[in-house]
């Protein structure tokens, strides 16, 4: 199994990215898949979920209304689209399906 971000990049405040998650050897819509991320010096945080079926979605108070979590079974496909971006925002980014203990390696998000 493998999960692979791209996306990532450096843009000003007030700017948006799309981040996307690639899955391979796996089901993709068998699992709940989320959006995590790490600020320098500080622990991981989850930042957003969405169902198997792509129904229902999740996100923390500090995303909420500026970021937008969707997935495309058939392509094996998530992706979390981040509008408005806040220096608070700079983070690496993961993808991950906690359920079978995958994770991407990350993508790097800053906001200056």
């Known amino acids: 199994v493998q999960l692979v971000e791209s996306g990532g990049g450096s843009v000003q405040a007030g700017g948006s990215l799309r981040l996307t998650c690639v899955g391979y050897?796996?089901?993709?819509?068998?699992?709940?898949m989320g959006w995590f991320r790490q600020a320098p010096g500080k622990g991981p945080e989850w930042v957003s979920g969405?169902?198997?079926?792509?129904?229902?979605?999740f996100y923390s108070e500090s995303v909420k209304g500026r970021f937008t979590i969707s997935r495309d079974n058939a392509k094996n496909t998530l992706y979390l689209q981040m509008n408005s971006l806040k220096p608070e925002d700079t983070a690496v980014y993961y993808c991950?399906?906690?359920?079978?203990?995958?994770w991407g390696q990350g993508t790097q998000v800053t906001v200056s």
């Open positions: 969405i169902n198997r079926s792509g129904t229902t979605t």
């Open positions: 991950a399906a906690r359920s079978i203990g995958a």
């Open positions: 050897n796996l089901d993709y819509n068998n699992y709940y």
